[in-house]
């Protein structure tokens, strides 16, 4: 299976990734040659087997819903790129 | 013999004889930086003002006869993944080029708690995504064995680092063997703990299913020390278990006699370096001399492992590396003309190709339509893994198989073929799927270069595998040889 150029091209938007018309040849051949390769789980019979999305055997791990006040708030804001009255500044969406 | 040669055993007890003091093992370590580095190229950062007022600060404590603490005064690196408060830290990436931590990782912490002092942070490829540091935003680490090879990966830096006695031990990463990996090329000691074991809370996400932090040491008795600091549940990550940690420098010594050691038919196969079956099959002769009982078992699942793995890690990095926005934190493209392109030019230029490969096949395994075929799929095959791992566990007390297959390559050599990179971790992410513990230790040579075994435990049993590495460590010493650095 080979992706098509709309194929990544879609991908990136999702990913929320600009690519090169270069980048999107490249990517296309090594996202091909993956998904080849990690089509091979259909050699496994997977019939009425459960899914595994973690291995702990933790369930459900409560904390207190208390409101822990930070102490280095003001520089956690400063480190976004840019902002104003410890508030972060971004352009708008609309 | 140079202090930075020593172990973390070693180191403590002259310490606490008064027969060293800690600020000349740091500068012992920082002279070894400064004339080493530029060759092997294992540190993106250093903190060595901050390093030696520690020491000094140390040795004022060792004059008053004041008992140390078991870290305490001696000096090590920290993968660039975790973060250290102060400290720039970057996961080796130009997205987090100028990012300073407000808080350390829970890990450091603990270290801190004990007394470590922190010489640097070392390289990695960049987000913990590679098997050489070669995707490293900074330029790779080099194999201290053979300067023009990688030391493999993602914790290269960390055990290159090491290997070159560039610091006492270091801690790294590992989701499909990024601690076990570069151990392995390079010679060292790498143990990647139950997942659980040790918490997570600030070390920079790549797979959240299969992250764990663990020690990269010289010794496999300094390995159970760094694991007393560093083990246990923690608040601030929900995944860690309330389970008891023992003092794993206990059981070392009591030997193997009568241990069950499986090894899995499946890992002996094609694309195995006949030189490095043989080194394997030599050690587990000598694990069998010492009174281990050898069994072959069954892994079907195990030729599945990397192809579940590539479907489950991409998923869970994709979305882990959403949080890059170019707002919060991290580089943003100036560029940008609305808020859509502060997402997608800052990412394009934060983010190198490995990453972007990624987060595409992540984003691509879990979108509408492909999410059952290739998602679910890999949910399903990960439980087979580890019913199969489990049911083996009935039958043996531990397992024994390579960790790369193959010594370490030239630099440049898989670049261009990522498929080739990953199935560099072929025997190494299976664990990861299973969330159960592994330790790499040295084997030997193959060309002068170094060949790591893997000793696998039941979930939680990291004693278990400690002690049979130690076991055949001691009987063979390979730890003592040291590399060329050329």
Redesign the interface.
């Known amino acids: 299976m080979k992706l098509t150029k709309q194929e990544v091209e879609k991908i990136a938007k999702l990913s929320r990734l600009e690519l090169t018309d270069a980048e999107k040849d490249k990517f296309a051949d090594q996202i091909s040659a993956v998904l080849d390769y990690v089509g091979k789980l259909n050699e496994v019979d997977t019939e009425n087997v459960e899914m595994t999305a973690q291995v702990t055997g933790l369930e459900n791990v409560y904390r207190k819903d208390e409101v822990d006040q930070l102490d280095f708030q003001k520089e956690l804001i400063k480190q976004s790129a840019e902002s104003e009255n410890n508030l972060i500044k971004t352009k708008s969406v609309f | 013999m140079d202090l930075n040669q020593l172990t973390i055993k070693e180191a403590q007890q002259k310490l606490a004889s008064k027969e060293l003091s800690s600020l000349d093992l740091v500068q012992d370590c920082i002279e070894r930086i400064k004339k080493t580095d530029k060759k092997v190229h294992a540190f993106l950062n250093t903190n060595f003002d901050q390093a030696q007022k520690q020491a000094k600060e140390v040795d004022k404590k060792i004059k008053k006869g004041e008992h140390l603490k078991t870290l305490e005064g001696i000096p090590c690196g920290i993968k660039d993944m975790i973060l250290t408060e102060g400290i720039i830290t970057t996961a080796s990436s130009k997205m987090l080029q100028n990012?300073k931590p407000?808080?350390d990782a829970t890990v450091i912490k603990k270290l801190k708690e004990n007394g470590a002092i922190i010489l640097g942070k070392h390289n990695c490829d960049a987000w913990g995504h590679g098997s050489s540091t070669e995707n490293s935003d900074y330029g790779p680490s080099h194999n201290p064995w053979d300067l023009e090879r990688v030391p493999g990966g993602s914790s290269g830096g960390s055990a290159a680092s090491v290997a070159a006695d560039q610091v006492i031990y270091s801690l790294g990463t590992d989701t499909g063997g990024s601690i076990r990996h570069p151990a392995s090329l390079c010679g060292v000691v790498g143990l990647k703990p139950t997942?659980?074991r040790v918490s997570r809370y600030g070390a920079i996400a790549m797979g959240s299913?299969l992250d764990q932090i663990g020690p990269i040491c010289k010794t496999v008795e300094d390995s159970a020390i760094v694991m007393n600091a560093i083990s246990g549940q923690d608040?601030l990550d929900?995944?860690t278990?309330p389970k008891t940690v023992p003092d794993y420098t206990k059981n070392l010594q009591q030997g193997i006699k009568g241990l069950k050691i499986g090894v899995p038919k499946q890992a002996f196969v094609k694309g195995l370096d006949p030189q490095v079956k043989n080194l394997i099959q030599v050690a587990i002769n000598d694990l069998e001399k010492q009174g281990a009982k050898i069994e072959e078992v069954e892994l079907k699942?195990l030729p599945?492992g990397?192809?579940?793995y590539?479907?489950i890690m991409p998923s869970e990095v994709?979305s882990n590396l959403?949080r890059y926005?170019?707002?919060?934190?991290g580089y943003?493209d100036k560029d940008?003309?609305?808020?859509?392109?502060?997402?997608?030019?800052s990412?394009?230029k934060g983010?190198g190709?490995e990453a972007?490969?990624r987060?595409?096949?992540g984003?691509?395994?879990l979108?509408a339509g492909y999410y059952d075929a290739?998602y679910?799929?890999?949910?399903?095959?990960?439980?087979?893994i580890?019913q199969e791992f489990d049911s083996a566990f009935n039958k043996v007390d531990l397992l024994l198989m390579p960790t790369s297959p193959r010594p370490s390559f030239k630099i440049g050599e898989n670049i261009n073929d990522?498929?080739t990179m990953?199935l560099e971790d072929i025997y190494t992410v299976t664990i990861n799927?299973?969330?159960i513990p592994a330790i790499s230790v040295p084997c030997g040579y193959v060309n002068n270069l170094p060949i790591g075994m893997q000793l696998i435990g039941k979930?939680f049993d990291e004693e278990t595998i400690l002690r049979a590495a130690y076991a055949y460590e001691q009987a063979n010493g390979w730890n003592k040889i040291k590399p060329s650095l050329k």
């Open positions: 990012y407000l808080f997942y659980g299913s608040k929900s995944t278990v699942t599945y990397l192809a579940c590539y479907i994709s959403g926005d170019g707002i919060r934190y943003q940008a003309q609305d808020l859509f392109e502060i997402y997608t030019k990412r394009a983010f190709a972007k490969r987060i595409m096949i984003t691509y395994v979108s290739y679910k799929k890999a949910m399903r095959v990960r439980t087979l580890k990522p498929l990953y799927l299973a969330g979930q």
